[in-house]
C-alpha cells in the first residue's frame, strides 16, 4: 500500500514563498501536485514523470519549481511570488512503479493573503 506524505503548506503574503514536499513509500513513474479550491476541480500544477520531464501550468510556470529526488522518493514544489489565485488544498499525486495506479496525499492548504 503507498503512502504519501506531504508537508509544507500554511499562510503567507502575497509575493511570499513556501516549499511543499512529498514523499512516497514506494516508486513512483510521474509524481507531481495538484490543487483544487471548493469552486474548481483538481487541476494539474507540476509533474515530474520518470525521466526529469517537468510539465507546469502556464500559471505558474515562471514562479513555482519542481524538483524531485528518487534516492529519497520525494518531490519539492517551490513556490515564490504567491497569488492570491494561488490559494487552494494542493495535492501530492504518485503513479505506482509497480501497478500504474494513481494515488493521491491527503492535502495541503495554501493560503496566499493580500
Known amino acids: 500500500q503507498l503512502q504519501l506524505v506531504e508537508s509544507g503548506g500554511g499562510s503567507v503574503q502575497v509575493g511570499g514563498s513556501l516549499r511543499l514536499s512529498c514523499s512516497a513509500s514506494?516508486?513512483?513513474?510521474?509524481m507531481g501536485w495538484y490543487r483544487q479550491t471548493p469552486t474548481k476541480q483538481r487541476d494539474l500544477v507540476a509533474t515530474s514523470d520518470r525521466d526529469g520531464r517537468l510539465n507546469y501550468d502556464e500559471s505558474v510556470k515562471a514562479r513555482f519549481t519542481l524538483s524531485r529526488d528518487d534516492g529519497v522518493r520525494t518531490i519539492y514544489l517551490q513556490m515564490n511570488k504567491l497569488k492570491p489565485e494561488d490559494t487552494a488544498v494542493y495535492f501530492c499525486?504518485?503513479?505506482?512503479?509497480?501497478?500504474?495506479?494513481?494515488?493521491w496525499g491527503q492535502g495541503t492548504q495554501v493560503t496566499v493573503s493580500s
Open positions: 514506494i516508486p513512483c513513474t510521474t
Open positions: 499525486n504518485c503513479v505506482s512503479q509497480y501497478s500504474g495506479r494513481d494515488y
